[in-house]
């Protein structure tokens, strides 16, 4: 099966009558646009499943690579830094110790990086 990596405004074309282009990614979600002829049926996988189609050989589930992800912004960034500031001043309450321990499950503290260091 041949595999594509694509940015956004990229294409395929399939036997010169079919173009396949990546519009978006949302999320984890892929937006393609599909232009082929009346003729040729595109069908997605669940809707041919559902209908009593079988899955074919070459299809595979998610790549064992694939890690989900948060986008991750200087905003985000910030918001996660004041949320640990506030952390900070509501005491050592039970309550407030969770918080802070799933907090940082989810969102482990790295040190600050001294300049020209590498992580």
């Given at each position: 099966m041949l595999?594509?990596?694509?940015?956004?405004?990229?294409y395929f074309t399939v036997d010169?009558?079919?173009?396949?282009?990546?519009d978006r990614l949302n999320g984890e979600r892929v937006h393609l646009m599909i232009h082929a002829p009346q003729t040729i049926p595109v069908v997605r996988g669940e809707v041919?499943?559902?209908?009593?189609?079988?899955?074919?050989?070459?299809?595979?589930?998610?790549?064992?690579?694939?890690?989900?992800?948060?986008?991750?912004?200087?905003?985000?960034?910030?918001?996660l830094a004041e949320l640990r500031q506030v952390l900070g001043r509501m005491g050592d309450s039970e309550e407030?110790?969770?918080?802070?321990?799933?907090?940082?499950?989810i969102f482990p503290s790295f040190p600050e990086r001294k300049e020209g260091e590498e992580r």
């Amino acid at each position: 099966m041949l595999c594509i990596s694509m940015r956004p405004g990229d294409y395929f074309t399939v036997d010169h009558s079919t173009v396949v282009q990546f519009d978006r990614l949302n999320g984890e979600r892929v937006h393609l646009m599909i232009h082929a002829p009346q003729t040729i049926p595109v069908v997605r996988g669940e809707v041919l499943e559902r209908q009593g189609g079988e899955r074919p050989a070459c299809v595979r589930g998610k790549s064992p690579r694939y890690v989900r992800q948060l986008p991750w912004n200087r905003a985000k960034k910030q918001a996660l830094a004041e949320l640990r500031q506030v952390l900070g001043r509501m005491g050592d309450s039970e309550e407030v110790q969770v918080l802070r321990e799933k907090l940082e499950r989810i969102f482990p503290s790295f040190p600050e990086r001294k300049e020209g260091e590498e992580r």
